[in-house]
């Protein structure tokens, strides 16, 4: 694919035709020439044409007036005129290239900001469920702690505790051994007399 400028140069007459025909105005330009040269959308976008035509329209009536005049005058001054013209023009695009990198320079920080917002804002978002978790943590154990603390603390002669791994035991001491009964994690009166009552019986007490 040829460079915008290189476009240009090669279809100047049919460009700088709808150009000034449409009085200098680079989007009526565009849209005339869509018709006219469809593949000028395949060169460039319509913000790079924006930007070139009219410095390239300007310059090219210039280096036309300059053509005009060493047919007439002949003169080494107009040449050296010519080539300040095309050096002009070189620095323009130039310039216009900068002004383009430092507008995709401006959208990347743009998009960078706006990646870390992102960032940020999940983050911010994860850190509010953890502590909404731990609040929710905090209140439920704190109901099992209320509600242990209307757990019975003897059942059937034995002492029952609620161990720090979850699960509820029961303990007796029978001459002088103390033994215990598994309960599990849920503290069942009716179910924890049954083993009581079964391990008794495996003791000999009953």
Not at 20 to 45: C, H, I, V, Y
Not at 51 to 59: H, L, T
Not at 100 to 129: C, G, M, V, Y
Request: include cysteine; glycine fraction near 2%; proline fraction near 2%.
């Amino acid at each position: 694919m040829s460079s915008p400028i290189s476009f240009l140069v090669q279809h100047e007459n049919t460009i700088l035709t709808a150009y000034n025909e449409n009085n200098g105005k680079p989007r009526n330009t565009w849209s005339r020439l869509e018709k006219d040269l469809p593949e000028l959308a395949q060169a460039m976008t319509f913000n790079t044409f924006k930007q070139y035509v009219s410095v390239f329209a300007f310059v090219k009536s210039r280096l036309d007036e300059v053509r005009q005049r060493e047919v007439t005058q002949k003169t080494g001054n107009l040449k050296s005129e010519k080539e300040e013209l095309k050096q002009e023009l070189r620095i323009a695009m130039k310039r216009l290239d900068k002004v383009k990198q430092n507008r995709a320079e401006i959208l990347k920080q743009l998009e960078e900001t706006l990646k870390k917002k992102t960032r940020l804002e999940a983050e911010l978002n994860k850190r509010n469920i953890e502590l909404n978790d731990v609040r929710q943590i905090k209140q439920s154990k704190s109901q099992v702690k209320q509600k242990s603390d209307d757990r019975p603390k003897r059942i059937a002669g034995w002492s029952v505790q609620h161990s720090k791994d979850g699960y509820y035991r029961c303990y007796r001491k029978i001459s002088k051994r103390v033994y215990s009964v598994y309960l599990g994690k849920v503290l069942d009166v009716k179910e924890a007399e049954n083993r009581i009552s079964a391990k008794e019986k495996s003791l000999g007490i009953i």
